[in-house]
């Protein structure tokens, strides 16, 4: 985040050179390099928590041709032009940008469907993200799984990023290659997704503490792997629209980091320990 | 009786086999040896062994793998003679199994000359290059 406040005292830099500009947002890229670990929920869940923060926020879909960021926010009836209509300026970007239903100042450019990834010109989509950061306090870039173009595009124009990883080796290791690729430009924060405290507890699943052993990033959140995610995407409504959960107060939580807000550290959600391994802890079994 | 309480009330989860994987690939990954990186330290690693027995170059045949808690380089390095003094040049052809089963030409792996080591590189064992001086091969319990 060091990256962000460097940005931003300059373009407050900027604003007094010259009375026209404006303060410019931040761009993040949330990415992850293996698929299926919560990318787009996780977006879905930043742009609204952060939305209700107060902050005008754009998500940019940049997964061309398996659009699904509209799909979590229960938006997909309402998207009429995408991504690459606005890059290949066929439409304005104000008749592409979708505002979302349940909550204000929160909008999403969706991607293409029907078009393919490296379709996308690298050079169109920074100039994009530099157009939105002029309108918007956070552009939340949701980044396509891989590392070939549509990744390098999802990160083109992005200042700052955030992995996401899940408590799993594969999971691991490709989000410690991401962050090899990213390193020359920005050093990310983690989030770790999906994590079943009940699991971690009886060592069957990896720790937060095992996976940032591991990866070593500035950790923003733990979001632990709930029922509810499920039903709330099956709905179309993030969590982070229901701060009451547990789950959608770890969003608040990022959200609230991300701006810069000193909240405590994050504690790995906690699992009650069940009468055996209470009894387990009296037999002096350690479970690692 | 403690022991078989703790593995009923927990013992070690899969977790630990997850750490140990992710923390052997992650190590392999970050090796980044290039093929051609790998085929000059073989060469230079059958030139130093060479200087006391002489190998078939044709077959030599390096590896990476993990084991346990290390990443290990495996050297299969054929030798075909033994160049002592006296000129009594022993032929000896032996491959990874045959050099770690017992029935191995004992004499010979006992007179053989002290191999040399290997270049010494971060996270290889030593060791295995070592007894490929002696048979021609590298096994590890």
Known sequence: MHQAQADTSASTDQAQTSAAAVTLGRAIVLTSGKGGVGKTTTTANLGTALARRGARVVMIDADVGLRNLDIVLGLESRIKHHLLDVLEERIELDDALVADKHTDKLFLLAAAQAREKDEVETEKMRALVERLRERFDYVLIDSPAGIELGFRNAVAGAGEAIVICTPEVAAVRDVDRVVGLLGNRFRP?????????????????????????????????????????????????????????????????IAARIAGEDVPAPAPPAAKASLFERLGAMFGGSRR | MIEFLRKLFGGQGSSTTAKERLRLVLMTDHLE????????????????????????????????????????????????????????????????????????????QASAPEPAKPPSRKRRRRKKAQSAGTAAAVAVP
Do not use: C, W
Request: proline share 8%; aromatic share 2%.
């Open chain 1, 189 to 253: 924060s983690l989030i770790i997704n999906r994590i079943r405290p009940h699991l971690v507890r009886k060592g069957k699943m990896l720790s937060v503490e095992d996976v940032n052993g591991i990866l070593r990033l500035p950790l923003l959140g733990v979001i632990a792997d709930e029922p509810e995610i499920v039903v709330t995407t099956n709905r179309g409504e993030p969590l982070a629209l229901r701060d009451g959960t547990p789950t959608g107060a770890a969003y608040h939580a």
């Open chain 2, 33 to 108: 040896l290039s093929p051609e990186m790998i085929d000059t330290m073989k060469r230079e690693l059958v030139d130093v062994i060479s200087r006391f027995v002489e190998v078939d170059r044709d077959k030599i045949d390096v590896s990476f793998e993990r084991q346990d808690r290390t990443l290990a380089m495996l050297a299969n390095i054929p030798i075909i003679a033994v160049n002592r003094p006296n000129g009594n040049g022993a032929v000896v052809e032996a491959n990874h199994e045959t050099a770690a089963a017992p029935p191995a030409p004992a004499e010979t």
